[in-house]
């Protein structure tokens, strides 16, 4: 079920979503997707949420688009640790499938709620 489906049929906010461990993290105690141990993370698209931006939100569509500093930004926004360096695209190999399809749901998302 796609984040926005979930939403409308639910009731819930994205707020909400991302406070229960985020869509991809759902899918997996629901079953729809295998196990993975990928949670934390996902629960780092919370910071995500405040994009309202059009050409922020299109970088969350496709991050591997997106200009170099923006890379870096939404890396360093879902990767913190102050010892953790990493070049602007460097990051995108850390999401799985799941999550990268999950950051353009969650965009589309953000775009409709603003």
Same mark, same amino acid.
């Given at each position: 079920?796609?984040?926005? /489906?979930?939403?409308?049929?639910?009731?819930? #906010?994205?707020?909400?979503?991302? $406070?229960?461990?985020?869509? /991809?993290?759902?899918? %997996?105690?629901?079953?729809?997707?295998?196990?993975? $141990?990928?949670?934390?993370?996902?629960?780092?698209?919370? /910071?995500?949420?405040?994009?309202?931006?059009?050409?922020?939100?299109?970088?969350? %569509? $496709?991050?591997?688009?997106?200009?170099?500093?923006?890379?870096?930004?939404?890396?360093?926004?879902?990767?913190?640790?102050? /010892?953790?360096?990493?070049?602007?695209?460097?990051?995108?190999? %850390?999401?799985?499938?799941?999550?990268?399809?999950?950051?353009?749901?969650?965009?589309? #998302?953000?775009?409709?709620?603003?």
């Amino acid at each position: 079920m796609a984040l926005s /489906t979930f939403i409308e049929h639910t009731g819930r #906010s994205l707020e909400q979503v991302y $406070d229960a461990g985020g869509m /991809t993290h759902l899918r %997996r105690l629901a079953g729809h997707l295998p196990p993975g $141990d990928d949670r934390d993370l996902n629960w780092r698209f919370r /910071t995500l949420l405040h994009y309202d931006d059009p050409a922020r939100l299109a970088g969350l %569509r $496709d991050p591997r688009s997106a200009a170099p500093i923006e890379q870096l930004l939404l890396g360093y926004q879902l990767f913190h640790e102050a /010892t953790d360096l990493f070049g602007p695209a460097d990051w995108l190999g %850390r999401l799985n499938a799941d999550l990268s399809a999950e950051l353009g749901e969650l965009a589309e #998302s953000a775009r409709c709620a603003t």
